[in-house]
């Protein structure tokens, strides 16, 4: 993938949002801990009608996997923000 882009031949940008991904901590009830989406959009959550907060839906599937990480990523890298 990073391979391919031309703006980023390198690969920094691609390997600094991997990094993200790997350390970020969201917390409780914050969004969906693996796309980082608000729960309310995201197929692997359902509305928990005992609460009011969000429970894992059975046989849920994230269908925005990665995608929030990797567009913050892509917007930093088109504005030459500096890499950790």
Partial sequence: MADKCKHDPEG????????????????????????????????RWERNEKNGRWKKRMGGR???????VRAVGAIWGCHGVEFI
């Fill in 12 to 43: 920094e940008l691609y390997d600094y949002v991997e990094k993200v991904q790997r350390e970020i901590k969201y917390d409780t009830y914050s969004g969906c801990f693996n796309c980082g989406m608000w729960q309310g959009i995201c197929d």
């Fill in 62 to 68: 994230c269908q925005y996997q990665g995608v929030l």
